[in-house]
Nanobody, 124 residues
Framework: QVQPVESGGGLVQTGGSLRLSCVTP????????VGWFRQAPGKERECVAV????????YYADSVQGRFTITVDNFNHTVYLQMNSLKPEDTAIYYC?????????????????WGQGTQVTVSS
C-alpha cells in the first residue's frame, strides 16, 4: 500500500476555514475508499468524513455535518477536506487513510494505509 500524504493543516481562529489535502504519490485511488480521521489530545481517534472512490457516496460525523465537505479529484489523485466554521473542538491531528475494498466504512481497522497526520489548531 502506498502511504497517503496529508497537507494543509495549521492555526486558524474560530470561524475560520482550512482545506486539507490527501495524496497518494504515484498511485491513483483506483477503487479505494478514503477517510479522514482526527485525534485530539487525550481522546480516541474518530472518523470525521469518508468518500468512496468515485465520489458518489460520503459520510460525515454529526459533529462536522454541514461544516466540512469531502471531495475527490481522481485526475490529481487527491482527496480534499474543506473545513469551514471551525471551532476550538475541531483542534486535533487529522489523518488520511485509504481502504482498498471500496465500501463506505468508518472503522479504523478496515483501513489499509495511513498518513502521518497534519495538525489543525483552532484558537478561541
Amino acid at each position: 500500500q502506498v502511504q497517503p500524504v496529508e497537507s494543509g493543516g495549521g492555526l486558524v481562529q474560530t470561524g475560520g476555514s482550512l482545506r486539507l489535502s490527501c495524496v497518494t504519490p504515484g498511485r491513483a485511488f483506483s477503487r479505494d475508499t478514503v477517510g479522514w480521521f482526527r485525534q485530539a489530545p487525550g481522546k480516541e481517534r474518530e472518523c470525521v468524513a469518508v468518500i468512496t472512490w468515485n465520489g458518489s457516496t460520503t459520510y460525515y460525523a454529526d459533529s462536522v455535518q454541514g461544516r466540512f465537505t469531502i471531495t475527490v479529484d481522481n485526475f490529481n489523485h487527491t482527496v480534499y477536506l474543506q473545513m469551514n466554521s471551525l471551532k476550538p473542538e475541531d483542534t486535533a491531528i487529522y489523518y488520511c487513510a485509504t481502504e482498498a475494498g471500496g465500501g463506505l466504512t468508518t472503522k479504523e481497522e478496515n483501513y489499509d494505509a495511513w498518513g502521518q497526520g497534519t495538525q489543525v489548531t483552532v484558537s478561541s
